[in-house]
Antibody
Framework: QVQLVQSGAEVKKPGASVRISCRSS????????IHWVRQAPGHGLEWMAR????????TYAQNLQGRVIVASDTSTRTVYMELSSLRSEDTAIYYC????????????WGRGTLVTVYS | SYVLTQPPSVSVAPGETARITCGGN??????VHWYQQKPGQAPVVVIY???DRPAGIPERLSGSKSANTATLTISRVEAGDEADYFC???????????FGSGTKVTVL
């Protein structure tokens, strides 16, 4: 079955870091880019980062540079996203998303991981 | 950075036509995709490459563009079309992906 399976919900304190995983199945892992897109409660969608698992090249949203790191593990078909220096504004659902290449649409979405940041 | 502007909400009676706009500078030169998101679910692409439909998406949904506006049209609206809709494109100048703010479609 073609799917992206994400890790479970997280609760973190301000200043901490969170690491979310996204395991792919049912397709050629290295043939698609993986992105991270987040959605704050009641808000729209925000693109965060992209990785090409075939060569591990990454691109990050300018407003998150320095706080977000994305990495992939081909042996386990898993992509990880780590967001550091968490603030209350980072409370959101985080989705991992697939695209065939850089310019095309997002054709497969994970179910999302809720990250709650509060003290 | 590139900005896509959508109306917050659109209300339409069953059987009528809903038009959801997505404004952006010279968007006519860009490739636009549209996503539908129902409560508690992840978004799903409903229109890609301006006016192509994935398998399983009814022909009632269509996309179009003019110079500065992309439009998602839902004909013969049904109760099941009630959802949030987002436009999206890839900005080649920044290599970033941009989403519109989203439009909530309410079926009266």
């Amino acid at each position: 079955q073609v799917q992206l399976v994400q890790s479970g919900a997280e609760v973190k304190k301000p200043g901490a870091s969170v690491r979310i995983s996204c395991r792919s199945s049912g397709y050629s892992f290295s043939s698609f880019h993986i992105h991270w897109v987040r959605q704050a409660p009641g808000h729209g969608l925000e693109w965060m980062a992209r990785i090409n698992p075939s060569d591990d090249t990454t691109t990050y949203a300018q407003n998150l540079q320095g706080r977000v790191i994305v990495a992939s593990d081909t042996s386990t078909r898993t992509v990880y996203m780590e967001l550091s220096s968490l603030r209350s504004e980072d409370t959101a659902i985080y989705y991992c998303v697939r695209s065939k290449d850089i310019v095309t649409y997002f054709d497969l979405w994970g179910r999302g991981t809720l990250v709650t940041v509060y003290s | 950075s590139y900005v896509l502007t959508q109306p917050p909400s659109v209300s339409v009676a069953p059987g009528e036509t809903a038009r959801i706009t997505c404004g952006g500078n010279n968007i006519g030169r860009q490739t636009v995709h549209w996503y539908q998101q129902k409560p508690g679910q992840a978004p799903v692409v409903v229109i890609y490459y301006d006016n192509d439909r994935p398998a399983g998406i009814p022909e009632r949904l269509s996309g179009s563009k003019s110079a500065n506006t992309a439009t998602l049209t839902i004909s013969r609206v049904e109760a099941g079309d009630e959802a949030d809709y987002f436009c999206q494109l890839w900005d080649s100048d920044t290599d970033h992906y941009v989403f519109g703010s989203g439009t909530k479609v309410t079926v009266l």
